[in-house]
């Protein structure tokens, strides 16, 4: 149980075009995903906190106009990466709290290597 | 930002050997979780430690918080080749709270 999987897991895009990458809890239900970005050799760096059915709450230093998140689902999250730049490069991670048990511990998806040309 | 920070940064063993991991923190914590992470890959999660516990184990693994000295070590005992991963250990404020993630340490089992 406890499954989280994301949705495309590589994907190379031109300057300027937007992705979307999903984030589905596949046995449990979710009120709340996060979304990650983990640079090569480095840690995972929070982006922001997807509430199902309400806004995201974006870190400090996370534009939420050029990163839309989308929770409209007990079982679903989408993050956007609107007008990508190559500096938008990285691996995202999503992540999953399971409502019913376990609630401390987060799920992670296999992520998404995103590659901006 | 970062709240934890991980020594070793890198770690090579042989086989048999046993790994230690360790993580220190900033804040107050409600609990820590160390996860792994193979390369490219998601995250595991491998143990979850509360404030109010000293030690815990599962399997090959050993956890210790010391919320004085707000630190924590991860052991594994025996590797194996398989074990060779990346390894983050990651706070929660409070129950139910965002993770904030340590820097990792990549260990690195010979065969």
């Known amino acids: 149980g406890a499954v989280v999987s994301q949705h495309p897991s590589r994907v190379i895009c031109k300057s300027g075009t937007s992705v979307k990458i999903e984030c589905r809890s596949l046995?449990?239900?979710?009120?709340?995903m996060f979304w990650y970005r983990q640079f090569p050799k480095q840690s995972l760096m929070l982006m922001a906190t997807?509430?199902?059915?309400?806004?995201?709450?974006?870190e400090q230093g996370v534009e939420k106009d050029k990163f839309l998140i989308n929770h409209a689902s007990l079982t679903l999250s989408t993050l956007t990466v609107t007008s990508a730049h190559p500096e938008d490069s990285s691996f995202y991670i999503c992540?999953?709290?399971?409502?019913?048990?376990?609630?401390?511990?987060?799920?992670f998806g296999p992520g998404t290597r995103l590659t901006v040309l | 930002s970062q709240q934890g920070e991980e020594d070793p940064q890198a770690l090579s063993i042989q086989e048999g050997e046993n790994a230690t991991m360790n993580c220190s923190y900033k804040?107050?914590?409600?609990?820590l979780q160390w996860y792994r992470q193979n390369s490219g890959r998601g995250l595991v999660h491998l143990i979850l430690?509360?404030?109010?516990?000293r030690e815990k184990h599962s399997g090959r693994l050993r956890v210790t918080l010391d919320t004085s000295k707000k630190s924590s070590s991860l052991l594994i005992t025996a590797s194996r080749a398989a074990d060779t991963a990346s390894y983050f250990c990651?706070?929660?404020?409070?129950?139910?709270?965002?993770?904030?993630f340590g820097e990792g340490t990549q260990l690195t089992v010979n065969p």
């Open positions: 990651a706070t929660g404020e409070t129950s139910g709270s965002r993770l904030t």
């Open positions: 997807s509430n199902e059915g309400s806004k995201a709450t974006y």
């Open positions: 804040t107050s914590i409600n609990n």
């Open positions: 430690i509360r404030s109010n516990e």
């Open positions: 046995d449990f239900q979710a009120t709340t």
């Open positions: 992540s999953a709290r399971d409502l019913e048990y376990r609630y401390n511990e987060q799920f």
